[in-house]
């Protein structure tokens, strides 16, 4: 947002070769490395639903990293985010459930979901990101409105997303095999439980580890963006678009790059999405959604990789824990519920959005200040 | 025939509606380059807060005549309108006015979901019927039928479009808003004190997106707290369409947009042999706005083509 972090930025690559990688460095990296493998069962211990609720915010966490490429690399405010995750969940839901009976493996799907949702980008983009930055904002969100009424509709006169009711009896994703029906799947189901080392490996905690594994190439992936020639254009276009056109830079192909690399997260967060919950129905894929995971990557830090990770993670357990403590809260000092928390969230939503856009505009964890405390850890990248 | 006649005047109807929210927009639009999300959700507060002065003088038993009640309602409806929308711009956006386009367009965002459940907390989950209170009466006209509510509401929106024209065109106040918008600094220069003029077009929006949400509270007769959202959406198309910081451009856009609603609702299960029916009616508005930006930007009265930023 700032001038400061562009400059701050170009000169990182050179500062960081600098660093030598220490015996600390290599321990810090051992410790998390560790308690990420352990996590999923300690949290098994408390209750499979915690498996699946960090489930769910290693998927927020996917999301809001593929909106920071369009809303705080590329500075595109993008109000209709979801419906990619959308398109890429019924892409998954059509194309391995019973409905239509096909049965792909999850490998040929995935890419097909990130392709489709990144031909709805484009085709979105592609007339809209010719025009002023708020216009885009609109246009996203009449999209998402759009792809919500056909999700709803299109249930008639040949069904294909079965209306409102959703889509069922998704398959779980089936390593090692062509198709990814259930009932004979040849490879590792994410399925049921397997004993695997005297541990027990039920299906939340291999889609934990599965999730792990794709959350790392994504934060890869940014991270590379982010440093490459794409990633400065991008950062240029967000902080003087005329400068960024005069310096060379084709604004309107790079944005919509940003669009359509987005999208594509977009698209493969929701095949996992699909996957995962075995069930979808277009209620999941509504313009609350398309806020929360905008205001993740606001809360975090647009732009900044490891602030966007923190407000995904801040926001996927606050509505948790306020199950746990607004209920029992409420009912023990009057007795009934007076404000559901589901309301709470929203209020806590608002208020956050403005208070960081008047008080903190770059977030939690800003760009610039990244540079300087993470210097050591963006080494490990390189 | 006497179908299209009777989508005509739906669509009249709907479009005037869409025109004096598109004003709001608009007017915001054309002095600050904001697109004032949270536009939508006065309109909310508006049929809202007259649903409850409504409500409350039929429990009283007053036996006051029915427009009485609509213009107490409405005396009260806009001051409680035009208050939010000043503790708006004060607190969420007039800190932020040098700041990059996107800052204040997060905290309007924002405004809007804080507004729709406050106004949650206050008047519930369920949407709310307003209770019948002017005598639906319906009039022929060529195998169509206008209802008196339709004729209230189309004379009562060109009214407001006029009073507003009046106020830009004619008025001391109205030189100043032209002029803040045409160019601030030198606005500021010649006197014009600009803090006060933007507050005063918020307001003036909020005036009117109090009484089109009256409006539209009596037609459909309910209000519920998320009814704000797609109908601001759909009136910011309607000011694009007419091209977005023009008045003119505003009405304009609103009318022709309501009409292609009702249009397009009316006929595309005949077009499409029924694959498409009445439920993609909330698609059109998004579908012109899309077409709007590819061939002509700048809508259909705007000036302002190719102003990138």
Redesign the interface.
Known sequence: ?NSTTTTASVTNPSTMKAQPRTAKFWFGVALITISLLALPFVLAMIGTAWVRITNLAILFIFLSLGLNIV?GFA?L?D?GYIAFFGVGAYVYALLASPHFNIHLPFWIILPIGALTACFFGVI?GA??L??????L???T???G??VR??L??LS??INITNGPKGLAQIDPICIGSVSSNPYNCAGISFRGTDKFLGLDFSGPIKYYYLLLIFLIAVIIINKRLQDSRIGRAWEAIRED??AARAMGINTTNVKLLAFAMGASFGGVAGGMFSAMQGFISPESFV?VES?MV?AMV?LGGMGNIWGVMLGAVLLSFVPELLRYTVEPFQKAVFGKML?EPE?IR??L??????LV??YR?SGILPSSVRQRSFANNSSAKA | MDIFIQQIINGLTLGCVYAVVALGYTMVYGIIQLINFAHGDIVMIGAMMSFTVITSLLAANTGLPPLVILAIATAFAVPVCMLTAYVMEKVAYKPLRNAPRLAPLITAIGVSILLQHIAMLIWGRSPKGFPELIKLENYNIGGAVISNIQIGIILLSVAMMAGLVWLIYRTKMGVAMRATSQNQAVAGLMGVNVNKVITSTFTIGAGLAAVAGIMIGTYYSQAQYTMGELLGLKAFCAAVLGGIGNIAGAMLGGILLGLVEALGTGYIGDFTNNIFGSNYRDVFAFLVLILVLVFRPSGILGERVGDRA
Do not use: C, S
Not at chain 1, 130 to 135: A, N, P, V
Not at chain 1, 349 to 354: K, M, Q, R, S, T
């Open positions: 947002m809303v500075g405010l109000l979105l007339p809209t010719k025009l002023r930055g708020d216009y904002a609109i246009v969100l009449g999209f409105e759009i009424v056909f709803n509709n008639r006169p678009e005329i313009l806020i905008l606001v404000v309301v929203m209020l939503f608002g208020l956050a959005l403005v856009m008047l505009p």
